[in-house]
């Protein structure tokens, strides 16, 4: 069963199954004002060191992803067929 994560707090996961060498070295989400954000995150290595590159992806599929708490929106009920 997924969780849903705290306000403010997220995981990252290592993607031990990589099979593009872009492909992120760890993918996750975390949760900030309601919204998902999915993120993802690379091993790099810099002249200062090594470091961890990330990104995030608020949309999937072209579609905004759901907030928390879902917002039911009751002013549209005759539209209902039954």
Request: glycine share 10%; proline share 7%; aromatic share 8%.
């Amino acid at each position: 069963m997924a969780r849903t994560p705290e306000e403010g707090k997220g995981v990252l996961f290592s993607a031990d199954k990589k099979g593009n060498p872009k492909a992120p070295d760890f993918k996750g989400e975390i949760m900030v004002e309601g919204r998902i954000i999915k993120l993802a995150a690379w091993k790099r290595q810099s002249a200062y060191g090594e470091l961890i590159s990330l990104a995030h992806n608020t949309y999937s599929g072209g579609q905004p992803q759901q907030t928390y708490p879902r917002e039911i929106n009751n002013d549209d009920d005759n539209s209902v067929p039954f």
